[in-house]
């Protein structure tokens, strides 16, 4: 799995992974609108495993120009989070649900040999299992959650010999990127409780699985070495720390006073919310049959955002940039 493209490769995870990749001696196309910035290393005659192209995942006639001679497609671009997908549900649906089948149509005809679809945990809605596993029903209480979900069997529709689709059902990402978002959970309350003092949780009972950033690209980079037969027409939950909201700002309200001296107190603040989903997911099948554990904690996560806010990385935390509702209603994307 030589030459990859990375849809979605400007963005949150996509920040790191694509370095990453380069670094491990993979050729690298991004496809991105690049609507969040870019946060790649340049391209140059230097660095020519990387090549960025501007465009449009939903450009059927770019795809096709520019995904034959790639053996893996990482797909990871959408409209991510649910208020984010609410702002032009129509819109929304037409990028991570409409393009979806003709994407893995281009790259199939287009000689690709993987493709790694990112869908989400959050596919399961509400549950009280004590650990929900990939054949879980699927209960979604978003469209953001639904076609997410939706798009998973046409993957595995195409399955076939010489394309090997896969399916990633990560936790919420949590940790430093330099394309970094401060609407996950975790990096949410660390940046509430270095730049505040305070933390506010909304309901607070709440689970909510996390995956360290970092750990989701080693995945990636995993999926691009595994034989086919092992990982053929399957699904995996990705996921490691399963907490509470509440849990999670104590574990925040820690880190912080310990890495931040003039973060000596942190307050929590708690307050009603309507956010029901909630599911504790288990990532015993992908540790199973592909020997992946994550490495790195919620505690790492929290550690790296203030040593990374301290080092004047997150200059203006509350810049437009880091918040993917903030940036699209500035952009007008359509």
């Keep these: 799995m030589s030459r990859v493209l990375v849809t979605g490769g400007a963005g949150y995870v996509g920040a790191v992974l694509v370095p990453r990749l380069v670094a491990a001696g993979h050729d ?4 991105d609108l ?3 910035g870019d946060y790649l290393p340049p391209e140059s005659s230097a660095t020519p495993a990387l090549k960025k192209i501007k465009g449009d995942i939903r450009d059927v006639a770019l795809l096709e120009r520019a ?21 032009d549900p129509a819109l929304s649906r037409t990028i991570n649900y409409d393009c979806f089948e003709p994407l893995v149509v281009a790259a199939k005809r287009g000689g690709v040999r993987r493709f790694v ?3 989400t945990s959050s596919v399961y809605g509400v549950s009280d299992k004590p650990d929900v596993t990939e054949d879980h029903p699927l209960v979604p209480l978003t469209d953001y959650n639904k076609y997410k979900g939706l798009c998973e069997p046409l993957l595995f529709k195409h399955q076939a010999a010489g394309f090997t689709t896969v399916t990633i059902r990560p936790a919420t990402v949590c940790g430093y990127s330099p394309r ?4 996950l959970t975790v990096n949410i309350l660390t940046m509430s409780a270095l730049t505040k003092g305070r933390i506010t949780v909304f309901g607070g009972s709440q689970q909510r699985p996390n995956i360290h950033i970092d750990d989701v690209v080693d995945l990636y980079l995993l999926l691009l070495e595994l034989p086919d037969a092992m990982i053929a027409g399957r699904t995996y939950n990705a996921g490691y720390q399963n907490h509470t909201v509440a849990e999670i700002a104590e574990i925040v309200r820690t880190v912080v006073t310990r890495e931040v001296p003039s973060r000596a107190n942190v307050d929590i603040v708690t307050t009603p919310s309507d956010d029901l989903r909630s599911y504790h997911i288990s990532s015993e099948k992908i540790r199973r049959e592909l020997g992946f554990v994550p490495k790195r904690t919620i505690e790492d996560a929290v550690r790296d955002l203030c040593r990374a806010y301290l080092a004047g990385k997150v200059p203006d935390p509350d810049g437009v940039g880091y918040y993917n509702v903030r940036t699209l209603q500035a952009t007008g994307l359509k």
């Design 28 to 31: 690298v196309t991004a496809l």
């Design 34 to 36: 690049f609507v969040f």
């Design 67 to 87: 995904l034959p001679g790639h053996d893996a497609v990482i797909h990871l671009a959408c409209i991510s989070n649910d208020p984010s997908f609410a702002l």
């Design 117 to 119: 679809y990112a869908s």
């Design 180 to 183: 970094l978002r401060l609407d």
